[in-house]
């Protein structure tokens, strides 16, 4: 079982940037791939990034990659999405997600999900 917990969501000006994290509590942290889901009003949620159990691996949807950037500090039990450029269709509830097993993640069916925060872009 593993807990997790998102922080680092907010308004910003389309350009600008956030960092996300999500804090993870429970069984060990390094056991785990980790991936970043967002949805908007209105539409499913979608797929945003991952990061394999060693940092190693990382996949992006085509809709951020070049923007933004997921990365883990398994010794602070902690993995990040670092979002550049931001644009008004960034604006979503943002969520943190794990399990054991990359392609789940990627998949979108990770076993454990935190509970998410809100990124708001304005134009």
């Known amino acids: 079982q593993v807990q997790l917990g998102e922080s680092g969501g907010g308004l910003v000006q389309a350009g600008g940037s956030l960092r996300l994290s999500c804090a993870a509590s429970g069984r060990t942290f390094s056991s785990y791939a980790m991936g970043w889901f967002r949805q908007a009003p209105g539409k499913d949620r979608e797929f945003v990034a991952a990061i394999s159990r060693s940092g190693i691996s990382k996949y992006y949807a085509d809709s951020v990659k070049g923007r933004f950037t997921i990365s883990r500090d398994n010794a602070k039990n902690t993995v990040y999405l670092q979002m550049n450029t931001l644009k008004p269709e960034d604006t979503a509830v943002y969520y943190c997600?794990?399990?054991?097993?990359?392609?789940?993640?990627?998949?979108?069916?990770?076993?454990?999900w935190g509970q998410g925060t809100q990124v708001t872009v304005s134009s």
């Open positions: 997600a794990a399990d054991s097993v990359f392609s789940t993640v990627i998949a979108g069916t990770p076993d454990y």
